[in-house]
């Protein structure tokens, strides 16, 4: 079945720092790839996505490519700030079927 | 503008009571899913339907159940409220279409079995 492997928190960085989340997934077909983030207290929105292979999604400077050779789907941003601090929630889908979450990375950003 | 909503936002019970948690969205979705989200075990999916008078049960679906009279509601009912079903329950919706894939989620349900 599909399943999706992101790395354990929780990640502390300073505001500025570069960030990597890893996210590793096993699925069968071809799956959309996603990356929700939760702020404190409140329900989960989607950060970006990708649905095909070598694409890349990106908001807020965020960024995430589609590797299938890897079959990964890192979540990278060049210069973290505060307001940036959450929990990140890689995850993925088939066809129409529910999706299927990592179990979040905690970040906190500090000044 | 469409939007997803849950109540009660928090709630609080006694173990063996019946508890129903509302969940109503305006996207006009034909898929909607309850999860619940708990420390280490990120969301698992509880049920989820694909248009109305459809329900199909997810990882943890033991003790919960749902119906899907119209489109824009699926109430989750906890039959007997237990402690092991203490939790933050959250809500989605998507389009029912395999091209957009994205799932709306709402604002949550925190509950407490005492």
């Known amino acids: 079945g599909n399943s999706v492997t992101q790395m354990e928190g929780p990640v502390t960085l300073s505001e500025e720092a570069f960030l990597t989340i890893n996210c590793t997934y096993t699925?069968?077909?071809?799956?959309?790839l996603f990356w929700y983030v939760q702020y404190p207290g409140e329900g989960l929105q989607l950060l970006l996505k990708?649905?095909?292979?070598?694409d890349k999604g990106s908001n807020k400077g965020f960024e995430a490519t589609y590797r299938k050779e890897t079959t990964s789907f890192h979540l990278e941003k060049g210069s973290v700030q505060v307001s940036d601090s959450a929990v990140y929630f890689c995850?993925?889908?088939?066809?129409?079927?529910?999706?299927?979450f990592g179990k979040g990375t905690r970040l906190s950003v500090i000044a | 503008d469409a939007e997803i909503t849950q109540s009660p936002r928090h709630k609080i019970t006694e173990t063996g009571r019946q508890v129903t948690l509302a969940c109503h969205q305006t996207?006009?979705?034909?898929?909607m899913f309850w999860y619940r989200q708990d420390l280490g075990h990120g969301l698992r999916l509880i049920h989820y339907s694909y248009g109305v008078q459809d329900t199909n049960k997810g990882e943890v679906s033991d003790g919960y159940s749902v119906s899907r009279s119209n489109t824009e509601d699926l109430p989750l009912t906890l039959e007997s409220a237990a402690s092991s079903q203490t939790s933050v329950y959250f809500c989605a919706s998507s389009e029912s279409s395999s091209r957009e894939r994205t799932q709306y989620f709402g604002p949550g349900t925190r509950l407490l079995v005492l």
């Open positions: 995850a993925l889908n088939s066809g129409n079927t529910p999706l299927v």
């Open positions: 699925a069968t077909g071809y799956p959309s």
């Open positions: 990708a649905t095909k292979a070598d």
């Open positions: 996207w006009n979705h034909n898929n």
